[in-house]
């Protein structure tokens, strides 16, 4: 298995005693010109990467608050090409991951957009609709490059599914915490403990929660038991409503306890 | 022979799964029923039991005589879907999914419609097989068909206005697609059309493909031979699909898709996506999607609200790419010239949707021989457009 620093970066931080914390945030919801704001200010808040999410007109694995984050974002004009030139223009030592749906990656076409990554610094990459069978599309273009393709997997995936799924991983695994689409939960189902138990147990690479995980008391409860948690609709509404010390103390929760 | 490539769901390059991993577990568990069902003499009988008695199958090839003789040209024949219960052949497909539903122990269906019609379909088969109905339909297309909304009600099925995008069938979809999502464990979802990941749009082609077989065997009874052309309209291609898919190895049977031209494909207000030759990803499948420059999908425009949909269905643009089927379009003002020729040559007033076929066919048949073949496949019946076409005509018949 290849290293990506996206993976180096989390082992260390777990290396720590310490969960990972990692923070989606909408790309140009608020405009493109806080972009750069945003991101310094979840580094400086001791997030371990970031994960950008680039508008689209149809999220189909979106919940009601990343759905609006997005539309703001494309009244603003934003573009995954103007994203990725944004980037380009100002580079962050944090690793940043690109969250985005494949048509748009399509359209850029798949190796300009992997170049253009490499130059922003990007480091990973989750395409939602893009499953393990169809990965081929983008992992070609991928080869011999420090960007990993992180792949989800679900609740529903089978024990088979899950155990190739996480033994090809790259980066991290993300583990899809529902059976839904984004958005704020106020309760998990009971099966999710021993997935992620099971799941940790196949993945050579760490394993992290997300989908649904809103509040200080999830944020403490998951990183006791993932590597790590990805947190999106808290981070989106918070910047939204500019309530900047709630995105301050959801990355404290996640720093708080000491996975394994 | 020309035959659709169908490893893992691809037809030729189009096709494939791309959703999100929650559903990937539903669609083999979906491909293993339907395979184990087709295998399965029993369910194939009560399937053909309820096709026959319940929607009324098989259901004419008609001689549209007087349209034949207006056109001076091929003999045109009227294949009759818009005889079938609930008035399109969208019961055919809704009636073999919600079937197979049952036989997977899913009680609950969820379903997207755009004109209604495929929405009334499942709604209906629900009804017929004591299954529980969500149905979720743009805010726009509910303004659109209103009586239809109030059918499923009747039926007594759910329906959830969405408001997203421009509030029609691409939206509905998406929503229908977040529902299944959240709901996969104890619901399936029964798609309308030949659309959306393997195994949907070979499931589709399947419980449609009865609209060709009767064809075939009609038309050989009545003709002593097949047809010389074949057309049929184009929202995501499933009458098309269940009426070409018997023919496409017969190379002397010409095969016409109609798309919806819109207010004509060059203002950019259509639903034309093979005219407009952009491929990439919508719901699941790599198909000709309407997109812009950024890969951003557009919104589809036309007077049928069943033709709303800016993507054709994978195995169609396979099909187009091959050159085994031309693909063609036709204005909602043809549309609405095919609505009033119909209804006054032959005394059938046609769904919109259909009005797109029946208008080029028209044309084409003029084209052809006196001792040449044509077959129309008359999706569905106009009941459910009367007010949009009173609309657009102004209120008065030209
Ligand atoms: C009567 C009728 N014809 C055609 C269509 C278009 O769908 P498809 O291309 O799947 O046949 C519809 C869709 O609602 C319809 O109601």
């Avoid at chain 2, 755009?114 to 009804?127: I, L, M, N, S």
């Amino acid at each position: 298995m290849r290293d990506f620093s996206l993976t180096a970066s989390i082992l260390k931080r777990n290396e720590e005693g310490q969960s990972v914390f990692i923070p989606y945030m909408m790309a140009g919801d608020g405009g493109l010109d806080v972009l750069h704001e945003r991101i310094s200010f979840l580094e400086e808040a001791g997030a371990d990467a970031i994960e950008i999410g680039i508008p689209f007109s149809d999220p189909v694995a979106d919940g009601e608050v990343i759905q609006e984050a997005g539309s703001r974002a494309l009244k603003n004009g934003v573009t995954l090409r103007k994203v990725m030139s944004e980037l380009q223009a100002q580079l962050h030592s944090i690793p940043l991951m690109i969250m985005t749906y494949l048509n748009p990656v399509l359209a850029y076409g798949v190796v300009e957009f992997v170049e253009d990554c490499e130059l922003a610094g990007v480091k990973g990459l989750i395409i939602p609709d893009l499953p393990h069978e169809e990965r081929t599309l983008l992992s070609n273009a991928l080869i011999g490059k420090d960007i990993a393709l992180v792949p989800l997997v679900s609740l529903t995936s089978s024990p088979e599914r899950i155990e190739k799924i996480a033994r090809n991983a790259e980066g991290f695994v993300y583990a899809v915490t529902v059976n839904g689409i984004t958005g704020v939960r106020s309760s998990f189902g009971s099966d999710l403990m021993d997935h992620l138990t099971d799941l940790k147990r196949v993945a050579k690479v760490p394993v992290l929660a997300g989908f649904g995980i809103s509040t200080q008391e999830q944020v403490r409860h998951f990183s006791s038991i993932a590597d790590g948690v990805i947190v999106g609709s808290a981070i989106v509404t918070a910047f939204h409503e500019e309530n900047l010390e709630k995105i301050q103390s959801l990355i404290k929760a996640g720093r708080t306890t000491v996975s394994q | 022979m020309i035959q659709t490539v169908e490893g893992k769901g691809r037809y030729g390059r189009f096709g494939g799964q791309y959703v999100p991993e929650t559903l990937m577990g539903a669609l083999s568990e979906l491909e293993e029923a339907h395979n184990s069902a087709r295998a399965d003499s029993e369910f194939i009988e009560q399937l053909n039991g309820y096709l026959k008695d319940f929607v009324g199958r098989e259901n004419p090839l008609y001689f549209a005589e007087r349209l034949t003789e207006a056109a001076g040209g091929a003999k045109i024949y009227l294949k009759r879907e818009d005889l079938n219960h609930t008035g399109a052949h969208k019961i055919n497909n809704a009636l073999g999914q919600a079937l197979l539903a049952k036989r997977m122990g899913k009680r609950k269906i969820v379903a997207e419609t755009g004109a209604g019609q495929h929405g009334v379909a499942t709604a209906t088969a629900c009804a017929l097989l004591g299954l529980e109905c969500v149905v979720f339909m743009g805010k726009e297309d509910i303004r659109r068909q209103e009586l239809n909304v109030f059918r499923m009600e009747l039926l007594g099925a759910r329906v959830e206005s969405v408001d997203k995008g421009a509030g029609t069938l691409k939206d509905a979809v998406n929503e229908a697609l977040r529902y299944w999502v959240a709901h996969v464990e104890d619901t399936h979802y029964i798609l309308g059309s030949a659309l959306g990941p393997h195994p949907f749009p070979k499931i589709v082609r399947d419980f449609q493909q009865v609209i060709g077989h009767e064809t075939k065997r009609q038309i050989v009874e009545k003709e002593g031979r097949l047809p010389d052309a074949v057309v049929a309209c184009i929202g995501g291609g499933s009458n098309a699909i269940g009426m070409f898919h018997p023919f496409v190895e017969d190379e002397n049977v010409a095969l016409y898709g109609v798309e919806a031209a819109g207010g004509g494909v060059s203002t950019g207000k259509h639903a034309a996506a093979i005219a407009e030759a952009k491929e990439g990803v919508l719901h699941g499948a790599y198909m000709y999607v309407l997109q812009d420059e950024d890969g951003f999908i557009q919104e589809a425009h036309s007077i049928s609200a069943g033709l709303d949909y800016p993507a054709v269905g994978p195995e169609h643009c396979h099909l187009h790419d091959i050159g085994r089927v031309h693909y063609t379009s036709a204005t909602d003002a043809e549309a609405l010239e095919g609505v009033q020729l119909l209804a006054q040559k032959e005394g059938i007033i046609p769904a919109l949707e259909s009005a797109h076929a029946i208008h080029f066919a028209f044309d084409l048949a003029q084209e052809m021989q006196a001792d040449e073949i044509l077959v129309v496949c008359l999706s569905g019946r106009g009941d459910k457009d009367v007010q949009t076409v009173r609309d657009a005509l102004g209120g008065g018949v030209q």
